[in-house]
């Protein structure tokens, strides 16, 4: 479904989390309060709960915080702000990678940032689907144009891990984690992910669109279709409140300059920060390729950002791709 005008309004008003009166809504949009409970009907399928209380009115079940793009440019500094080219915020999209990267074939520019409310068809690694209730969390894409070809950003989606990490820090959320290749984790489970999609040729200029999935509050009747064990920033800080909008812009803080230097420093400038952060490490696991499994010690990473494995028969295996598998838990 697309958000209607009138139920941004609604949304707006009840993002309070307090009661609000059917006349009240009524005055406002300038509808009848029959009117009004279609229009509140509506937002059941955004996955939103509500109650209503006679003599009271209405209210979310949880208070809202909607992204807007004068909140977060007011977080954003000047160096990330020079690397911004537009900043976009959609109250529903399919995804905001699978946006992008159209963008890109029509000639978007480098820097553009893309924000979603909700997600219809959020993209995880592999073709699968990443969990999107609407106002909840952090959904974000960034393109960017690198000159030469996609060999030279190899690596790229760890040194995002640890921009992510860095963001989360100054946000004053500490204890995270990073699994290979792609995952920020906390005591062993899932608090979000990164997704790289790049396209161009192999000696040539190409374009990559960086995309974030960061759990904030991520409702149980939302998440009983997810396979492995999350967590969200309101369980790991115990606060309700996590000021959506101040985090969408520190995280850019942090992306955008990682994102535009990559090119030149490589992997290497992240390398020991992200082996600090490493929850794998020493870990006993087993990576799955297609359909082979390989088993063993987890030993980190070389200096190319590939997995090493140290496997039964003392061998040390090299792996530039796959899924990895830890106490029962695979990625998705």
């Not at 079940?61 to 909140?71: F, G, M, T």
């Not at 409702?219 to 369980?235: M, N, R, V, Y």
Request: with cysteine; hydrophobic share 40%.
């Amino acid at each position: 479904m697309n958000i209607s005008d009138k139920q941004k309004k609604i949304l707006t008003l009840l993002a309070d989390g307090e009661f609000h009166s059917g006349t009240e809504l009524a005055n406002v949009l300038g509808i009848s309060r029959s009117a009004v409970w279609k229009q509140l009907n509506g937002l059941a399928e955004l996955g939103l709960q509500r109650s209503a209380v006679s003599g009271k009115g209405y209210r979310l079940e949880k208070p809202l915080e909607l992204l807007l793009a004068e909140s977060i440019n007011e977080v954003i500094d000047d160096q990330a702000g020079a690397l911004i080219s537009s900043l976009e915020i959609h109250d529903q999209i399919d995804s905001t990678n699978r946006y992008l990267v159209e963008r890109s074939q029509n000639n978007g520019l480098s820097g553009s940032v893309c924000f979603a409310e909700h997600q219809t068809a959020g993209k995880g690694r592999r073709g699968r689907q990443w969990v999107s209730p609407f106002g909840c969390n952090i959904y974000l894409s960034i393109l960017w144009r690198f000159q030469q070809g996609p060999a030279a950003i190899s690596g790229l989606s760890l040194a995002i891990g640890v921009a992510v990490i860095r963001a989360l820090n100054q946000h004053q959320v500490i204890d995270i984690g990073l699994k290979w290749p792609n995952d920020i984790y906390s005591q062993g489970k899932k608090l979000g992910g990164i997704l790289v999609e790049v396209s161009g040729e192999t000696g040539g200029p190409c374009c990559a669109v960086i995309g974030l999935g960061l759990n904030l509050f991520l409702p149980e009747a939302q998440a009983q279709g997810i396979t492995q064990a999350w967590t969200d920033l309101s369980k790991i800080t115990g606060k309700n409140r996590l000021f959506r909008n101040k985090l969408a812009g520190i995280l850019l803080n942090h992306l955008l300059p990682v994102i535009a230097e990559y090119e030149s420093v490589g992997i290497q400038a992240y390398l020991d920060e992200w082996r600090d952060y490493d929850c794998l490490a020493g870990q006993s696991a087993t990576l799955f390729i297609g359909q082979q499994q390989f088993e063993g010690i987890v030993l980190g990473i070389d200096d190319n950002g590939m997995l090493l494995i140290e496997r039964p028969d003392g061998n040390v295996q090299t792996f530039a791709s796959g899924e990895v598998s830890f106490n029962g838990l695979v990625a998705q």
